[in-house]
Structures are given as C-alpha cells and as structure tokens.
C-alpha cells in the first residue's frame, strides 16, 4: 500500500480538487491526510470534506493548516463560487495540521504539496530535518523551457512558489523535493471531451465537471486554448496538481532530470536558473500527456463510484 499525504489550497484553482479525486481513486494508495494551507477561518478544509463525504471517504482526516503565508502573498486569497450549496467551515487547532503532517511522514507517507508550501516550510522549522527524510513532490517552478507550442510561463506566473517565496525557498534548499514545473503541467489538461465521463461517474465526477466548466467561463480559456497550437482546443483548465500527484503515486508517464539550480530572491519573486555547479533538483522536464489524462480519468471515476 503506498501512503500519499495531500496539502493543498483547494478552493481557489479547481486543479486541487481534481488532484484530490484522482488520489482517492488510484488503486493500492492510502491517503494517511489531507491539510490545507492560506485557509483562513478552515474554508478549504470545509470544502476538502464536502469532497471527500461525496466520494463515501469520511475516513481521510482533514486539517485547516497555516492562515496566512510567511513572505506576503503576490495575490489575495481567492474562493471562487463554484459549489452548489454553502460550505460549513472545518477550523482547526494551532498545530493540528503539523501533527497530522508529521505523522504522515513517520509513517512512509509520501508528501505531495499543490499549493504554497507554508505547511511545509513550518514542519521543516519546527523539526528540522524530518522533510529532509521523507519522499516530497512540489508542483511548481519555472525551470525547463517549455515545448514549442505551449505558453512560456515564467517566474510572474509560477503561483505556489510566489505566494508564499521564502516557504518555497526553505522547502528547496532543505528538503529534496522532485519539482513538478509549469512547463510539464501545461502539457495535461482537463478537457471538454472529459465531461460525459465525469457525470456519468457519480456526483464527485459531476462536481468535477461543473468546476472546470465554471472555471474555464470565468478565466477566458477558450481564448488562450486558441492563442497556442499545443493546447486542445476544448481546453477547460490545465492539470497542474494531479500530474504531481502522478509523480508521487509513481506513474511512469514522465521524464525526472537532475538540473543545477541557483535560487534568488529578486524584486519579491523566487528566482530558479540552471547553473553549473549548483545544487541540482529533480525535476520532471517530459510527460505523456494523453496518457495521464486517460490515468486520470479511470482514476476519478473509481473515486466518484464510491460514493
């Protein structure tokens, strides 16, 4: 059985949730927790069990985690209106989220982080060295320069890093995580040509859908669908977290590469550039991208039958 802990800011990107649905439904995985991050008041933790009570999965314990972030935020927090009844907040106790954090690494957990890394950053200052041991992936970063045909993000684009930059700079320079950047991730996408598969798999898959449709509306992406040839042209949002999630969980759709990184803090934004002879991170410079998404797909719908 292998042991995936989640942390998260689910309910603003509704990738975190799609992220969710496919761990819940990959067969031989135990997900030991779930904690949530930038969640004032334990909204995303609210909405993380609303989730996890439609897939039948009560059993998964839930943590509202750190409120705020370490360096200031280059956003505001953002909880986009796209569940169809109120949400009851889940708060947490202080340190509730980085207990249930820890016991997840003592116990083989792999950690998967798709949000800013506070959480992270705050178990690795208060136990110094515990991260360190464990298996971490990080969806984020800007090394690797994307395929032709595909947007160029850069460092202005690379959310989970810039939100919370000194986190994400702690978690790179102590820990070893395999880093799951932009240029890989907008290779995966949730698409309209999904949608049929996910209502007809129960109501998570139906809450699924009516998201990335929600989500897609709102952010224009048929408009930046047509901007670049390499995006389908039923593109409802890019599958950011559940390729990291995938990494993680050890699916053998990517390519994992050692590249020296030099980190700089420059003008409020995390800086990543290849340097000879620094510190080299892994990082997962190719995917198969129709691959992941029939993974995916056969993934969530086992989480939504469940329900």
Known sequence: MLRVHLDTDLGSDTDDLCALAMLLGWPGVEVTGVTTNTDPGGLRAGMTAYALRLAGRDDVPVRAGAEGTLSAPIVPFAFPDYWPEPVERLPSGPGEALELLAASVEAGATVVAVGPYTNLAMLETARPGLLGRADVVIMGGHLAPAREGFPPWGPDEDFNLQQDHLAARIVLERCDPVVVPLAATAQVALRAAHVPRLLASGRLGALLAAQGEAHALDQGISQLA?????????????????????????????????????????????????????????????????AFEEAWCTAVERASAGG
């Open 226 to 290: 047509r901007s670049w040839p390499g995006l389908p042209d039923d593109l409802l949002n890019f599958q950011h977290d559940p390729l990291a999630c995938a990494v993680a969980l050890g699916w053998e759709g990517v390519t994992v590469e050692e590249i020296p990184t030099r980190l700089e803090v420059r003008d409020g934004r995390l800086l990543m550039t290849p340097q000879r002879g620094a510190r080299p991170l892994r990082v997962v410079t190719a995917v198969d991208g129709p």
